[in-house]
């Protein structure tokens, strides 16, 4: 079976940091591959995707993402952190089934910024 | 922009309640989801539908159902709502069928059940 595994349920850091959330999936066809943030009270907002072509994927808030097959692995950065980055991460992934498309997303990763 | 909006934000409920969730996008997406999000269990897949009148099963269906009569409205409905139903439910919708859609979502609505 497919699977999405965040390392890490909460990860803290001071403002101006880099933030690293992992992301590590297994799947046994090419996947499409995104990272979703979710702000309090709110719901899930795509920060990112791969699907083909460039492994470095740029998203919003000057957040990135790393596609490494070698590794199985698509991890978030961002090189300096912001009060405002402070949220809940989910990695998911989207592949081909029998009955078509089905997308699975990882447990969450909660993002703390201490100033 | 995209706009899912779930009717309600905050419900209490009492076992053995039917309880109605409702889902309305604006944008003609296809497809609508229904997921519930735990701690540590991350989003979990209840039903979704691909079309009008159309729905599927997703990982955890046991104890819901849904319905889709109109293509911006999905109904989750809790048949007999019970204490371990109490979670965040999200509502999600995307253009098409394909791997590399989005999914755009609602705010949640969190259910309380006593």
């Known amino acids: 079976a497919q699977s999405v595994t965040q390392l890490g349920s909460h990860v803290s850091v001071s403002e101006g940091a880099l933030v690293l959330l992992r992301c590590n999936y297994s799947?046994?066809?090419?996947?499409?591959l995104f990272w979703y943030v979710q702000y309090p009270n709110q719901g899930l907002q795509l920060l990112l995707k791969?699907?083909?072509?460039?492994?470095l994927v740029k998203g919003i808030n000057g957040f990135e993402a790393e596609f490494k097959k070698s590794e199985t692995s698509f991890h978030l950065t961002k090189p300096s952190a912001h009060m405002s980055d402070a949220a809940e991460y989910f990695c998911?992934?989207?592949?081909?089934?029998?009955?078509?498309?089905?997308?699975?997303f990882g447990a969450g990763t909660r993002l703390f910024v201490k100033a | 922009d995209v706009k899912v909006t779930q009717s309600s934000r905050y419900l209490v409920k009492r076992t053995g309640e039917k309880v109605f969730l409702e889902c309305v996008q604006d944008?003609?997406?296809?497809?609508m989801f229904w997921y519930r999000q735990d701690p540590g269990l991350g989003l979990r897949l209840i039903y979704f539908?691909?079309?009008?009148?159309?729905?599927e099963k997703g990982d955890i269906p046991e104890g819901y159902s849904v319905s889709r009569e109109k293509k911006e409205r999905f109904s989750l409905i809790l048949e007999s709502a019970s204490t371990n139903q109490t979670s965040m439910y999200l509502c999600?919708?995307?253009?098409?069928?394909?791997?590399?859609?989005?999914?755009?979502f609602g705010a949640g609505t969190r259910l309380s059940v006593l």
């Open positions: 799947s046994s066809v090419p996947p499409y």
């Open positions: 791969y699907t083909t072509g460039a492994t």
């Open positions: 998911a992934v989207s592949y081909l089934t029998t009955g078509g498309f089905k997308t699975i």
């Open positions: 944008m003609d997406h296809e497809n």
């Open positions: 539908s691909y079309d009008v009148k159309m729905k």
């Open positions: 999600a919708s995307s253009l098409g069928t394909g791997g590399e859609n989005i999914q755009y």
